[in-house]
C-alpha cells in the first residue's frame, strides 16, 4: 500500500490513500484543488489517483498539455487524455506556465509498511529520457544567479543517485536567506524567491541560447541534469558556498528593497554579474 500527498504551489495539501483520488483545476468547475493565476489551466485539468501499487495522472484537459518533472532530468509532457503512472517518491507536475513560474504541484508516494512483501513488486517504471547537455554555455561564477544554480543542484550533488527531491524556488530563497545572515521576514523571503525565479529563468535562456534545450518548458530537474552534467557545477563549487558566504551576503542585500528603495554600497556590484 501506499499513501499520495499533492501540495499545491501555496502549500495546500492532501492526502490520498488507495482507491482515493484528487481533480486540480482553476476555479469555477468545483475540483477539489482550486489553482488559479494559469490562463493555461482548465476548471478540470488534472486527475490524481491513489492505487494499492503506485498512483496514476489523467490530463482530463481537452486543450492544454500537462507536464510531469521526474527529478532526474526528463519533463514528460502529457497530452489531453494521456495517462501517466508511477511509483516515484516525488514528481512535479503542472502547465506550460507552472513550470515556466517555478509553481507546480507536488506529488509524493511514500509506501505504507505492509506485512506482504510482495504489494510493492511490479510498479509501473518511470520514462523519460535524459537530457544530454551540450557545449557552449558559459556562467559568471560571481553572478547572483551562480549561487542559485549550486543551492538548485546541491541535493543532487550530494546524492549521485539523483534520489533526493530539488528545492523549489521559495526552498531555494530561504536557503539564501539562510546563508547571507538576511532576516527570514516573510515580505523578505518572498523578495527573495522571485530573483531566484528570475534566476531559474536566466539560467534557462543561457541553455536554450545554446541549444542545450531545442523545446520549451525546461523543467528544474531538466536545468539541474544540464549544470551538472556539463560540469557547470561541481561538488568542489559547492563546498566553496560557506567560505564564500560573505561575498553572497554582499552581492544578495543589494538585490532587496528597504522602505522601498535599493540598499546601496552593493547595488553595482550585484547587477555586475549578471
Known sequence: MNRVVVRSPE????????GQSLIFGRPGGGADLLLGGDVHL????????????GWQLTNLSAVNPLFVDTQEGSLIPLRPGGRWSADRTAVTVG???????ERPLVITC???????????????????????P???????????????????????????LRL???????????EVAALTGVPGASATLAELEHYVV???KTLKQKMLDARVFTERPVSLGMLAAALIGHGLVTPAHLQR??????????????????????????????????
Open 164 to 174: 533526493r527531491r530539488l528545492p523549489s524556488a521559495a526552498e531555494i530563497g530561504a
Open 241 to 274: 558556498v560557506t567560505e564564500q558566504a560573505r561575498e553572497w551576503r554582499y552581492r544578495w542585500k543589494a538585490r532587496l528593497t528597504v522602505d522601498g528603495a535599493v540598499e546601496t554600497g552593493g547595488a553595482g556590484s550585484g547587477g555586475s554579474g549578471r
Open 134 to 160: 551540450g557545449a557552449g554555455v558559459l556562467l559568471a561564477e560571481d553572478a547572483q544567479y551562480y549561487l542559485t544554480a549550486m543551492l538548485l543542484c546541491g541535493p543532487w550533488l550530494r546524492d549521485p
Open 11 to 18: 502549500g495546500q495539501q492532501h492526502t490520498l490513500t488507495a
Open 198 to 200: 528570475t534566476d531559474l
Open 42 to 53: 482548465s476548471r478540470h485539468h488534472g486527475l490524481v489517483e491513489a492505487r494499492s501499487v
Open 95 to 101: 502547465t506550460a506556465t507552472m513550470v515556466h513560474q
Open 110 to 132: 511514500t509506501a505504507v509498511p505492509t506485512a506482504d512483501p510482495a504489494v510493492r513488486r511490479d510498479l509501473p517504471p518511470l520514462t523519460g529520457e535524459p537530457t544530454r
